[in-house]
């Protein structure tokens, strides 16, 4: 990544994580300990080779290390000017507020989507008191607002979606009707589905910036074709009205991933 884009340097903002240890390439569980904090900003430092990592994320909370001390060691990056911003990933309302009142937090990065709308109870509007942008990930619902699967898709052994209950072949056929009710906004405007899915998150709030994955060039234009989609009131309306009244079923990761999130 720093080889690719060390042409960009000043042109490109930079977002990194922390918060796991690693043990040739895989992951060996949660650490968030400031020693490990800064031992990870250094070493992304020079493997991104840039000066000064523009926002800097704790990847998931650490139930073994306060926030505080968490939010406290990234404040002494700031202040050595390796890290410019604090970013904080599937956190609670009162995890944010702790942390943001040793450090204040740029953005949070969580799910949201149509079919995952649980940061509207209490999560959004913190972020809005306290002035924190968001980042929602998997605006696509794993690729699945796309239209792009049915009720046969399966994935393979090595596809993340593959552990994923909300994915299993069961809940796929029922939670189809996301799928119809995007499909149909699409077709009247003219647009594909995953761009529907999309511009309802740029529509929701200006500082909300989804973070759709692709590993295809003409899914990332689409996706930056979702800028130019533009609801009415009455649009809104209609698909959040729609969209609150479908059931999904399924949980949004396998057990042993849930236990990864602390809220």
Same mark, same amino acid.
């Given at each position: ?112 989507? @149509? ?6 109870? *209490?999560?959004?509007? #913190?972020? %809005? &008191? =306290? ?88 899914? @990332? ?6 800028? *130019?989609?533009?609801? #009415?009131? %009455? &649009? =809104? ?27």
């Amino acid at each position: 990544m720093g080889e690719a884009l060390e042409p960009f340097k000043g042109k490109v903002a930079i977002a990194t994580k922390f918060g796991f240890n690693f043990e040739n390439g895989v992951s060996t569980g949660l650490n968030s300990r400031p020693e490990n904090i800064k031992k990870v900003a250094e070493e992304s430092l020079k493997r991104l080779r840039i000066e000064a990592i523009d926002l800097f994320y704790q990847h998931r909370v650490d139930p073994n290390v306060p926030i505080e001390d968490v939010a406290g060691a990234v404040k002494d990056l700031i202040q050595e000017g390796k890290v410019k911003y604090f970013g904080l990933s599937e956190a609670g309302v009162q995890i944010i507020r702790r942390a943001h009142s040793v450090q204040p937090v740029t953005a949070l990065q969580s799910e949201y989507s @149509l079919w995952w709308r649980e940061p509207e109870e *209490a999560i959004i509007p #913190t972020l %809005e &008191e =306290l002035g924190i942008g968001f980042v929602p990930f998997s605006p696509l619902g794993k690729g699945f607002l796309t239209g792009k699967m049915d009720t046969s898709t399966t994935f393979d052994s090595k596809d993340f979606r593959s552990t994923v209950p909300r994915m299993s072949p069961e809940n796929l056929k029922a939670n189809m009707a996301f799928v119809e009710l995007i499909s149909d906004v699409a077709k009247r405007k003219n647009v594909t589905p995953a761009q529907i899915a999309l511009a309802w998150i740029l529509a929701q709030k200006p500082w909300f910036v989804p973070i759709p994955g692709t590993t295809k060039l003409h899914r @990332l234009q689409e996706n930056l074709g979702a800028d *130019a989609v533009k609801f #009415t009131a %009455e &649009e =809104l309306h209609e698909i959040n009205t729609a969209s609150s009244s479908i059931a999904v079923q399924g949980e949004r990761y396998s057990s042993g991933s849930a236990k990864m999130i602390n809220r």
